[in-house]
């Protein structure tokens, strides 16, 4: 059974940091495609940052410069260093592990950690 397990959330100050982990179990980080999402109330989940299995990573403009996503794969944990927040980083954040394997995708999710930027 797969398993993502997202911690790391909770609130923090405007201009602060947060480091979220992604925990996986059932499958192996470094084959898979990982990718933060977040989801802001009525908002559409949005791509944050990625790794790919070989290690080529992706941002979001909105968080060039300031996120950074590595991948342990001893841990099997894919992390997400968010520094200078601001309020607009305010979501749920959501792990994503992808594949394909012939014409089938693997896809799945871990259930989210909330972060809330706020004074």
């Known amino acids: 059974q797969v398993q993502l397990v997202e911690s790391g959330g909770g609130l923090v100050q405007p201009g602060g940091s947060l480091r979220l982990s992604c925990a996986a179990s059932?499958?192996?980080?470094?084959?898979?495609?990982m990718t933060w999402y977040r989801q802001a109330p009525g908002q559409q989940r949005e791509l944050v940052a990625s790794v790919q299995h070989g290690g080529l990573t992706k941002y979001a403009d909105s968080v060039k410069g300031r996120f950074t996503v590595s991948r342990d794969d001893v841990k099997n944990t894919v992390y997400l260093q968010m520094n200078s927040l601001n309020p607009e980083d305010t979501a749920v954040y959501y792990c994503?592990?992808?594949?394909?394997?012939?014409?089938?995708?693997?896809?799945?999710w871990g259930q989210g950690t909330q972060v809330t930027v706020s004074s």
């Open positions: 059932g499958i192996s980080v470094r084959f898979y495609a």
């Open positions: 994503n592990a992808l594949t394909y394997i012939d014409t089938h995708s693997f896809d799945y």
